[in-house]
């Protein structure tokens, strides 16, 4: 594979997401120095936490970062370490940040996340659709299959599975289940 992928134990993956958060009342108070600062503080954070930015800017009132992050973390988490941990950090050394905020906060609540990929949606169905049909292997439809497509196919592994497929009703399955292992009434 091209170098464009991250690869984990088990797993090879493209995750890039595009996240804004903005100062708290929207004060400009990320000029000069604290701008500078913060950049750093952000990349410290990234290194620190298995982040790579692709992209970013420090603006007056906000912050935009394009960031790839691993699997295991999820946006709020990759959120939180680049919002908390740079407001702790920035208001430790930037006395004047302490008195405009001091509750601590340096960030409004919240952020704007969207996920940034290489293919669309339209693209992934279209290879979802036109996948090979081998024998044994199914679709999953969002909307109802045709009548020809909707034959239960014959298992195997046994009658449990086949008329759970068929479509036992719940109360049928339930009181199966019961009489099976002596817990009836």
């Known amino acids: 594979m091209d170098g464009r992928y991250e690869k984990g134990a088990h797993t090879v993956y493209d995750l890039k997401y595009h996240v804004v958060w903005k100062t708290k009342y929207g004060y400009g108070v990320l000029k000069g120095d604290v701008a500078m600062r913060t950049r750093q503080i952000l990349r410290e954070i990234c290194s620190e936490n298995e982040l790579k930015i692709v992209s970013g800017n420090v603006r007056a009132n906000h912050v935009h970062m394009l960031v790839s992050g691993p699997t295991h973390m999820s946006v709020a988490q990759i959120v939180q370490y680049l919002k908390g941990k740079s407001s702790y950090r920035l208001q430790r050394e930037f006395r004047e940040l302490q008195k405009r905020y001091w509750g ?30 081998e ?51």
Request: hydrophobic share 35%; with cysteine; net charge positive.
């Open 135 to 185: 024998e044994g292997s199914f679709k999953v439809w969002d909307t109802e299959p045709k009548a020809e497509e909707k034959e239960v196919p014959r298992n195997p592994l046994g009658g449990l599975i086949r008329r759970f497929l068929a479509g036992f009703s719940l109360n049928s399955r339930i009181y199966a289940a019961k009489q099976s292992t002596g817990f009836s009434r």
């Open 104 to 133: 601590q906060h340096l960030w409004a609540r919240g952020y704007f996340c969207a996920t940034v990929g290489a293919v669309n949606e339209e693209m992934i169905k279209k290879y979802i659709e036109n996948q090979a049909d």
